[in-house]
């Protein structure tokens, strides 16, 4: 179950899929925050690293949103799940 606003996931392909998804009419967004110290909002703050940063790095550079909503009905549903299989399928 997705939470009430969007349904997340990793992609290598984020910035590609999220351009084929506009012109779709699919609502996305990349996922903010992943490696907060990479968001330009923190650049002026001092903070400390410990341990690597992978997991971080990896929703930072590949985390992308699918807009859902309380109201979507299963034709959207079916809709943003049949674009997103011709995306990846070919």
């Not at 997705?2 to 590609?16: D, I, M, Q, V, Y």
């Not at 997991?55 to 009905?73: D, L, M, Q, S, Y």
């Amino acid at each position: 179950s997705p939470s009430w606003f969007g349904f997340a996931f990793l992609t290598p392909e984020r910035n590609k899929l999220a351009r084929y998804l506009d012109g779709k009419g699919i609502g996305n967004r990349p996922i903010m925050g992943g490696n907060l110290a990479r968001q330009p909002a923190y650049r002026n703050v001092e903070y400390e690293i410990i341990g690597n940063l992978d997991g971080a790095n990896k929703i930072h550079e590949c985390g992308i949103w699918i807009g859902v909503f309380p109201g979507i009905t299963r034709d959207m549903q079916d809709y943003q799940i049949e674009t997103i299989r011709k995306y990846f399928n070919g």
